[in-house]
């Protein structure tokens, strides 16, 4: 059974960070582009980050770049999402997501990821 889990959210205030983690299980993990998304109260999810298999290849919401980080590490089947700079409006759930299998793959699309973890809730105070 396909499997992803969530951890390190949390209440942190403006300009501090946090690192989100994703362990995953039930498929092959370093076959896969790995995604992290996030919804905030009342809006759409949103795509955040998203690396390929190998890690050489991510992609960014412009509303992030800069200050978060998509890694991951295929040996403990997780993938990690630094977050520095952390703004108010950083505030959701973030989840993540088991997305496409091409090998240099990122993608920004919701519907290219298929399974996803429970979420983690970060909040940002002013």
């Known amino acids: 059974q396909v499997k992803l889990v969530e951890s390190g959210g949390g209440l942190v205030q403006a300009g501090g960070s946090l690192t989100l983690s994703c362990a995953a299980s039930?498929?092959?993990?370093?076959?896969?582009?790995m995604g992290w998304f996030r919804q905030a109260p009342g809006k759409e999810r949103e795509f955040v980050a998203s690396?390929?298999?190998?890690?050489?290849?991510?992609i960014y919401a412009d509303s992030v770049k800069g200050r978060f980080t998509i890694s991951r590490d295929n040996a403990k089947n997780t993938v990690y999402l630094q977050m520095n700079s952390l703004k108010p409006e950083d505030t959701a759930i973030y989840y993540c997501?088991?997305?496409?299998?091409?090998?240099?793959?990122?993608?920004?699309?919701?519907?290219?990821?298929?399974?996803w973890g429970q979420g983690t809730q970060v909040t940002v105070s002013s």
């Open positions: 997501a088991f997305g496409p299998q091409g090998y240099y793959s990122v993608s920004t699309l919701r519907r290219q990821y298929d399974y």
């Open positions: 690396i390929s298999r190998a890690g050489g290849n991510t």
């Open positions: 039930g498929r092959t993990f370093s076959l896969y582009t």
